[in-house]
C-alpha cells in the first residue's frame, strides 16, 4: 500500500498536521511504525518484530487468520443493520449467553466499550428510578461524556466531580486504606462503600449503580479481595441500586481460571449488567451489554426503541463467534491460565531479586509490576517504570504503564502470547535492572535469546522436521498461521513448550 511506502518521517509530520495532538501517541519522543501484526508481534516499516505485551484488543492475537476469514467471507454476502433477521445476531447471543450466569439472558450489541457503559447507564436509571452512581477511586469507564463523569481517572483533570457522582476507596490491598496483613480487606473495603451509600442517603439522593471493572486496570492492574463484590452489591441493593460489571478489559478468558472476571469473586455473585468490548471481536469494533430480563423489560417500558446502526451486524456477530470458536479450539483460556502463572513465578522471582519491584499482582495474563522507590513508603518509582519501558522498546518489547503512580508495569498481551515470551521479557527486564540499579541475590537462568528484529518466516524458527512438515503443508495450498516456537504444533502459536502437560489440558 502507498501509506506503507511512506517513510516514518513523512507520516508522523502529516500526523501532526492533521490529527489533535490530544490524539497521542505510545513513545512520542520516537514513535513506532507499525505497518503489520501477527500473533503477539506487530511489526514497523523496515520488517523489526516487537514483541506485545498490552495489547488485549488483539485477544486471540493480531490478524488471526479464522477472524478475518470470518469477517471477510461475511462481507462478501450481507452486511447491514439489525432490523432485519439474521442468524448470526441469535447464534451470538446464544454462544454468549452458555458463558454467563443464567440470569443475564439478554444481550445488546453495540460498537465500543463506551457505548456499551452508557447504555448500562442508561438501562440502571431506567430501571431503578434513581440517578446516582458510585465508582471505584481512580476508574476509566469510557470516553462519553457520560462516561468521563463516572471515571475519576478522567474528570479530576477535566470539570471535576459531579454531585451525582460518588468516589469510594479502590480496593488495592498493596497500597490502599486496607493491605495485605488486614484480617478481612474484602469487609473493610465494602463497609467503606456502604459508608458511601449511607452519606448519599443522608442527602437525599438515591443510588441507580455501583460501576467497578471486574479487575481495575487503570487503576494499577489491581485484584479485588474475593468477597468484596458480594458485599458491595448488597449494599447496593439495598439501596435500590444495580451492580454493573466492567468485563471491557479483562473478559472472555483472559483470567484464566474462569471465562468472566467476576467469577474469581466466587459463584454466588452474579452482577445485574455485564458490558463487554475491546477483545470481544479481537480488533473488529463490537461490544455488548447483558443483562437481566427484568432491567431490560424497565429499559423497553419506555416505548422508546433502541437501535445501532452498526451494533450487532451480520459481520461483526460473524467476527464475534470467530472469537469464541478460536478461543475453545486453541483452549486460550486454560493457555492464559497456565503461561500466566509461569510468568508470574518468574516475575516474583525478580521482586525477591530487586527491591525496585515492591508486588506482582495478577491473574491469568492480567499482570501487575508495582516499582517503588522505598519498601517501607511504597512510594511509586514512576521515572525508572518509564524508563524500564523505553528499554525494553530498545529490545524490541512493547509494555506499558498504569496507576495513579504511572508505576505499574502492566501485562495484558494477546492470548497467544507464549511461556518463551514469558522468559524472554523476563530476562531482559532483569538486565535493565540490573545494569540500571543493581541487585541482590543470585541470577535467574532464563532464555537471554533476544527476538529477531526482522520478520522471519515460520519455518526458520521450529526443527528440521518442523520445516519439513511447513514445507509440506505450503505445497498443498494450506494457509499457514505464524508463530513462535514449534510450528508442526497444530497450534503452534500457543507454544506451550516447557509446561507439565497436566496444565495444558481443556477448559
Known amino acids: 500500500m502507498a501509506a506503507d511506502r511512506r517513510g516514518k518521517a513523512e507520516t508522523l509530520a502529516l500526523r501532526r498536521r492533521l490529527l489533535s495532538d490530544s490524539c497521542r501517541l505510545f513513545y512520542p519522543e520516537d ?125 479530576r483533570d477535566l470539570d471535576g466531580q459531579k454531585e451525582w457522582v460518588h468516589v469510594a476507596p479502590l480496593p488495592d490491598t498493596y497500597r490502599g486504606l486496607y493491605r495485605e496483613d488486614h484480617p478481612n480487606p474484602a469487609g473493610a473495603y465494602a463497609s467503606e462503600v456502604e459508608r458511601v451509600v449511607n452519606s448519599v442517603q443522608e442527602k437525599g439522593r438515591k443510588i ?144 525477591a531479586k530487586h527491591p525496585i519491584i515492591g508486588d506482582v ?31 525494553m522498546k530498545e529490545n524490541y518489547i512493547l509494555l506499558s504503564t498504569d496507576g495513579p503512580g504511572r508505576n505499574v508495569l502492566k501485562f495484558k498481551p494477546p492470548m497467544c502470547f507464549s511461556v518463551d515470551n514469558a522468559r524472554h521479557v523476563v530476562a531482559k527486564m532483569d538486565a535493565i535492572l540490573t545494569s540500571k540499579l543493581g541487585a541482590q541475590g543470585g541470577s535467574l537462568e532464563l532464555n537471554l535469546q533476544p527476538i529477531a528484529r526482522t520478520f522471519q518466516p515460520a519455518q526458520e524458527r521450529g526443527s528440521t522436521a518442523s520445516q519439513e512438515s511447513l514445507k509440506r503443508q505450503r505445497e498443498q495450498g494450506a494457509e499457514v498461521w505464524r508463530g513462535p516456537g514449534n510450528p508442526s504444533h497444530p497450534f503452534p502459536w500457543l507454544c506451550l513448550e516447557g509446561l507439565p502437560e497436566h496444565q495444558v489440558g481443556r477448559n
Open 31 to 155: 514513535p513506532i511504525k507499525i505497518v503489520r501484526g501477527q500473533g503477539q508481534y506487530l511489526y514497523d516499516e523496515q520488517g523489526a518484530e516487537y514483541l506485545d505485551c498490552v495489547n488485549n484488543v488483539a485477544h486471540v492475537g493480531h490478524c488471526h487468520p479464522l477472524v478475518v476469514q470470518a469477517a471477510h467471507e461475511q462481507n462478501q454476502v450481507l452486511n447491514t443493520n439489525s432490523r432485519y433477521l439474521h442468524d448470526n445476531i441469535v447464534d451470538y447471543a446464544q454462544r454468549l449467553s452458555e458463558t454467563l450466569p443464567e440470569k443475564l439472558s439478554v444481550f445488546y450489541f453495540l460498537n465500543s466499550g463506551s457505548e456499551a457503559n452508557d447504555l448500562a447507564l442508561r438501562l440502571a436509571r431506567q430501571y431503578t428510578g434513581h440517578w446516582d452512581v458510585v465508582v471505584l477511586d481512580h476508574a476509566y469507564h469510557g470516553h462519553l461524556s457520560s462516561l468521563i463523569d463516572i471515571s475519576p481517572y478522567k474528570f
Open 208 to 351: 441507580a449503580a455501583f460501576f467497578a471493572e471486574s479487575l481495575p486496570s487503570v487503576g494499577g492492574q489491581i485484584i479485588p479481595p474475593a468477597g468484596f463484590f458480594q458485599e458491595v452489591a448488597e449494599h447496593i441493593h439495598r439501596a435500590g441500586g444495580v451492580f454493573v460489571a466492567d468485563e471491557i478489559q479483562v473478559g472472555f478468558g483472559r483470567v484464566g481460571q474462569h471465562f468472566w472476571a467476576f467469577q474469581l469473586q466466587g459463584e454466588d455473585f452474579v452482577p445485574d449488567i455485564v458490558t463487554m468490548g475491546k477483545s470481544i471481536g479481537n480488533g473488529h469494533p463490537v461490544a455488548c451489554v447483558a443483562t437481566t430480563q427484568a432491567v431490560a423489560r424497565a429499559f423497553e417500558a419506555t416505548g422508546v426503541e433502541y437501535f445501532n446502526t452498526f451494533g450487532g451486524s451480520p459481520v461483526s456477530c460473524a467476527v464475534g463467534l470467530a472469537v469464541l470458536d478460536v478461543l475453545e479450539k486453541e483452549q486460550l483460556q486454560a493457555h492464559a491460565a497456565s503461561v500466566g502463572s509461569f510468568l508470574t513465578e518468574l516475575l516474583r522471582q525478580q521482586k
Open 361 to 391: 499482582r495478577g491473574t491469568g495474563l492480567f499482570i501487575g509490576v508495582d516499582l517503588i522507590k522505598d519498601e517501607a513508603t511504597r512510594t511509586p518509582a514512576t521515572e525508572e517504570a518509564n524508563y524500564v519501558v523505553s528499554r
